[in-house]
């Protein structure tokens, strides 16, 4: 009767689908370090959760208006529960060894969503305020 899932490959892996939700693991795969993350994603029918299991992650939410984007970002702490409401712009930043669960609507990796590509300029900003949340969760992890 109890089922039980280990997932420990890199990547996105939906792995619990029942009708109306999903729960999967996201683990650190090289599209979603800091360096490489070029766009933003928008989910129109759901919200999505995101919970830290190990590692380092910046959760990325935005707002885009008229082409321009305003970045809020949370460095995240493990075993805290994070919302992207419906209809929020946003990423995730991985480091290497990040592991994270992603609750949200059934098959919402299938057929809702929309991307929107980063310019240069947003690219940049983007990388150097993630940088600097991340250099600071690592200072507070040596104190």
């Not at 070029?38 to 919970?51: G, K, M, N, P, S």
């Not at 935005?62 to 992207?84: H, K, S």
Request: glycine residues 4%; aromatic residues 8%; negative net charge.
């Amino acid at each position: 009767m109890i089922e039980t899932y280990q997932i420990k490959e890199n990547g996105y892996h939906p792995f619990l689908i029942r009708d109306g939700w999903q729960v999967a693991q996201l683990n650190y795969m090289p599209e979603q370090h800091i360096d490489n993350i070029t766009r933003l994603d928008v989910h129109h029918l759901t919200d999505e959760a995101f919970i830290l299991l190990k590692g380092a992650a910046v959760l990325i939410a935005a707002t885009i208006e008229n082409g321009q984007v305003d970045f809020e970002m949370e460095l995240m702490r493990a075993n805290v529960t994070y919302n992207i409401p419906q209809g929020a712009w946003h990423n995730i930043a991985m480091a290497e060894g990040c592991e994270t669960i992603i609750i949200e609507k059934s098959n919402t990796h299938v057929s809702d969503f929309e991307h929107f590509d980063l310019n240069d300029e947003q690219v940049n900003e983007l990388r150097s305020r993630v940088k600097v949340l991340l250099r600071s969760g690592a200072e507070l992890n040596q104190m």
